[in-house]
């Protein structure tokens, strides 16, 4: 089975997508994202420029000969450019498999262990009334769990508070924002917020929340200290995590449950963090760490340390990573939680999908592959917009973290 033709969808229904389009001989189409946020081109060029040229004419059905011939033939590995590039290739080879097999990609990686996937919404308000509403009404569309970030009283704008109800988006377009940082106003802040919350919706619903690598590893240990009476479900990247060996000193002083990785782009990223237990939840993407072959191996060694995984699902994952998403973690016995972040509806509309949402749970449904398709033509109305992810100063003009 031949790959014949391949090509790279760019474009930007409510926000920028990189997809990849795999053709065979017998005419199946399989569908990989690529999108890395704020540095789209990036990857599309190294697709088209580097990576298409070495797919014609190979075998679609080998599919891990493939992932190895793109890590080690690029002689340089790994790197975020480089792991989205291949994880389009790797999933769009696994939607062709499913396709050609006739199967939904969930029975190819084992089967389902479990009859649904628990998700995670984001619920953002500017102050504690505002959050307390939002999360009310995640609560009343059925979600299990939901992520709580607030806007902090002194600072003018936070990362990760959203505009709109349903979703927000960190990127905007030509040039980065920039947000104030203050720790010591965000450290006072987020317990009383939590204390809240709890008192609103009780001991059973999961708690959320993203500290987005803001904090040193000793204001990461205090935080999690006070977040314990909450009981959250997990707090997310206290710290930046290239230095893994800071994860101890938080580990050795608070219980809260820690989860990081939506940044990594393979498994030596996050290494020492789950074989020294340092971590409960593994976030990395399917998008943005080598794919569902790649993804699958994290899991594995995830799983000999009793680490869950906890996917990336924030809307620059397109459907297509969502998808992918899904059908791991339906499959993988160590799966943790899927964050669920709505795409808008004219991205829906480009993508159509078979995955459904009820009750807090979501499934990939049964269609071959990866059951994900794109309309080319509409997604040609919208044409590509360079945005930036926000930076953040401290109040004195210094950038912040790390
Ligand atoms: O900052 O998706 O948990 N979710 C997040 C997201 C990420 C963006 C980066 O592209 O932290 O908001
Ligand atoms: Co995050």
């Not at 975020?80 to 389009?88: L, R, W």
């Not at 009859?115 to 939002?134: E, M, N």
């Not at 004219?346 to 309309?375: K, N, Q, W």
Request: glycine residues 8%.
């Amino acid at each position: 089975m031949r790959i014949t033709d391949a090509k790279v969808i760019i474009c930007s229904p409510g926000r920028n997508f990189v997809t990849l389009k795999l053709i065979t001989e017998d005419g199946i189409h399989g569908l990989g994202d690529a999108t890395l946020n704020g540095r789209e081109l990036a990857v599309a060029s190294y697709l088209s420029d580097h990576v298409i040229p070495l797919l014609i004419g190979r075998d679609a059905r080998r599919i891990e000969d493939l992932w190895h011939y793109l890590y080690k033939g690029a002689y340089w590995r790994r790197g975020p450019v480089t792991m989205a590039a291949v994880s389009a290739v790797d999933v769009a080879l696994w939607d062709i498999k499913g396709k050609a097999l006739d199967v939904p990609v969930y029975q190819l990686l084992g089967g389902a262990s479990r009859d649904g996937v628990l998700v995670y919404g984001h619920a953002s308000g500017t102050d504690i009334d505002d959050t307390v509403r939002a999360v009310a009404e995640y609560a009343r569309l059925g979600y299990k769990a939901i992520r709580a970030q607030s806007g902090i009283p002194g600072l003018e704008s936070t990362y990760g508070v959203g505009r709109g109800k349903m979703y927000y988006e960190p990127a905007e377009k030509d040039a980065p924002v920039e947000n104030a940082w203050n720790s010591e106003l965000y450290m006072n802040f987020v317990p009383r917020l939590f204390e809240r919350l709890r008192k609103e919706f009780g001991s059973d619903l999961h708690l959320l929340h993203d500290v987005h690598h803001r904090l040193t590893p000793i204001e990461a240990a205090r935080l999690g200290k006070e977040l314990e009476p909450y009981h959250l479900f997990w707090l997310e990247d206290p710290v930046p995590a290239e230095l893994q060996e800071s994860f101890r000193l938080i580990r050795r002083h608070t219980t809260t449950p820690l989860a990081v990785g939506e940044v990594f782009n393979s498994i030596f990223d996050c290494q020492q963090l789950i074989q020294e237990q340092l971590i409960d939840y593994i976030r990395t993407a399917v998008v943005h760490a080598g794919g569902i072959s790649h993804l699958r191996k994290i899991a594995s060694l995830a799983e000999m340390y009793q680490v869950r995984t906890g996917c990336h699902g924030a809307t620059d994952m397109s459907p297509v990573c969502m998808a992918a998403a899904l059908h791991f973690d339906l499959s993988v016995h160590n799966f943790g939680i899927q964050e669920y972040m709505h795409h808008s509806a004219e991205t829906d509309r480009v993508f159509s999908h078979s995955y459904t949402f009820a009750d807090g749970m979501m499934h990939p449904g049964d269609a071959p592959g990866l059951g994900v398709d794109i309309d080319e033509k509409l997604a040609s109305n919208y044409p590509y917009r360079r945005a930036y992810l926000p930076i953040s100063r401290k109040l004195d003009g210094t950038m912040h973290s790390w």
